[in-house]
């Protein structure tokens, strides 16, 4: 069976559309990876998310790593046993918690040191340990240890930071080479880190090219720089990598981000934003944004999105969810979470057929105006 096999099938400019093989299923590219990060797309069964157009989901290793913990989830036959998911499964490698809990950790040669945000406890994440977590977990997409820094820091922390995250690189690619049945089956992604600077880009993607990974990700992007900053990074970033390899724009995105990072390169994306926004009363539409608590929708009588041929458009119209929303109720935030994923997946879908047509420009183009013109008005 197949381990790991990346095509290009077809290419407009720098924009790419194919397929990553794996034995546990075919992911389509440009693909968006719907976030897991304790073991469930929050607010949705599996096989919803599956319906919604997905390929492969993301988990998060420093959340399962403290409950339930990767050893008892192993005990249990694995993540895509424990969860009901039996698509790819792409784990992150903890290293962005090394900045977002920068308060209750502590980064040296070795590894991070950090307290449990749950009871306090200390715990070491190394790259050895990681992936070990990420082996335990059984993820079919490993990510290197890294270590992420703010953009804002000093030029000189974040050479620092990018020159360890190259060290740890490399141990993560022995830790991974050393779990010989589990790399058998799965893929080890590298991680370009050197913030907005491009020489420093360049240093980083030249070391993980010389340590030899099945995919890369540009990393330490989506962290509070913009879109006009993150989108002049990706003007060069994605270039500085492999072209016959996958390049995964980590933590993105907004809508109109994904379309641009697919113009720049890009193949592969997560983020959390379809279902947190879900859980808080926002629909994305190709008219832009919708807030479903605002009491403008409270008699109307269109679905989320016309058009849409997700169940909760099928079913339910607005003056109903608007209702669920604003009482607080689950359905509320589940028919609002599917709908996201499902336009997401819809969107992605679109990117694909566009770039195979030889039409990406225009498509690109056609979606930005009318995406960003609603998102402006209103």
């Known amino acids: 069976?197949?381990?790991?096999?990346?095509?290009?099938?077809?290419?407009?400019?720098?924009?790419?559309?194919?397929?990553?093989?794996?034995?546990?299923?075919t992911i389509r590219t440009p693909a968006f990876m719907p976030v897991g990060t304790a073991a469930t797309v929050k607010a949705m069964?599996?096989?919803?998310?599956?319906?919604?157009?997905?390929?492969?989901?993301?988990?998060?290793?420093?959340?399962?790593?403290?409950r339930p913990g990767a050893e008892r989830v192993a005990r249990l036959s694995g993540l895509h046993t424990f969860m009901g998911w039996d698509g790819p499964i792409l784990t992150d490698s903890g290293g962005y918690q090394v900045m977002?809990?920068?308060?209750?950790?502590?980064?040296?040669?070795?590894?991070?040191?950090?307290?449990?945000?749950?009871?306090?406890?200390?715990?070491?994440?190394?790259?050895?340990?990681?992936?070990?977590?990420?082996?335990?977990?059984?993820?079919?997409?490993?990510?290197?240890?890294?270590?992420?820094?703010?953009?804002?820091?000093?030029?000189?922390?974040?050479?620092?930071?990018?020159?360890?995250?190259?060290?740890?690189?490399?141990?993560?690619?022995?830790?991974?080479?050393?779990?010989?049945?589990?790399a058998a089956r799965a893929a080890l992604f590298g991680i370009?880190?050197?913030?907005?600077?491009?020489?420093?880009?360049?240093?980083?993607?030249?070391?993980?090219?010389?340590?030899?990974?099945?995919?890369?990700?540009?990393?330490?992007?989506?962290?509070?720089?913009?879109?006009?900053?993150m989108l002049a990074c990706l003007d060069y970033a994605p270039g500085q990598l492999p072209e016959d390899k996958p390049r995964y724009l980590m933590g993105v995105g907004k809508p109109d981000d994904i379309v641009e990072a697919v113009?720049?390169?890009?193949?592969?994306?997560?983020?959390?934003?379809?279902?947190?926004?879900?859980?808080?009363?926002?629909?994305?539409?190709?008219?832009?944004?919708?807030?479903?608590?605002?009491?403008?929708?409270?008699?109307?009588?269109?679905p989320i999105e016309s058009g849409c041929p997700c169940p909760a458009c099928s079913s339910f119209e607005r003056a109903y969810v608007h209702h669920l929303v604003k009482s607080g109720e689950i359905l509320g935030s589940m028919l609002m979470t599917e709908h996201n994923l499902w336009f997401y997946q819809r969107l992605m879908g679109g990117l694909r057929d566009a770039i195979a047509g030889q039409r990406?420009?225009?498509?690109?183009?056609?979606?930005?105006?009318?995406y960003r013109q609603a998102a402006s008005a209103g």
Not at 55 to 63: E, M, P, Q, S
Request: a negative charge.
């Open 1 to 25: 069976m197949t381990r790991f096999a990346f095509t290009i099938a077809a290419s407009d400019g720098a924009a790419r559309t194919g397929s990553i093989a794996m034995q546990r299923g």
């Open 45 to 66: 069964r599996p096989s919803e998310v599956c319906a919604s157009g997905a390929d492969i989901i993301l988990g998060n290793t420093y959340h399962l790593m403290l």
């Open 100 to 182: 977002s809990l920068a308060d209750l950790a502590k980064v040296s040669e070795e590894g991070v040191s950090f307290k449990s945000h749950l009871d306090g406890t200390r715990h070491m994440l190394s790259p050895e340990r990681s992936v070990e977590v990420q082996r335990l977990l059984g993820a079919d997409i490993v990510m290197a240890f890294d270590e992420l820094v703010p953009t804002t820091s000093s030029v000189d922390q974040q050479a620092a930071a990018m020159e360890r995250s190259m060290r740890w690189a490399k141990r993560s690619r022995a830790a991974f080479d050393g779990g010989k049945e589990h």
């Open 192 to 229: 370009q880190q050197g913030a907005l600077d491009e020489g420093l880009r360049k240093t980083s993607a030249d070391a993980l090219i010389d340590i030899g990974f099945d995919g890369y990700a540009v990393g330490g992007l989506a962290v509070g720089e913009g879109q006009e900053a």
């Open 263 to 302: 113009r720049r390169g890009i193949d592969m994306f997560d983020c959390v934003l379809p279902t947190r926004s879900g859980r808080t009363g926002q629909a994305f539409t190709a008219d832009g944004p919708l807030n479903l608590r605002n009491a403008r929708f409270a008699e109307e009588r269109d």
């Open 360 to 370: 990406f420009a225009a498509h690109a183009q056609q979606f930005l105006e009318r």
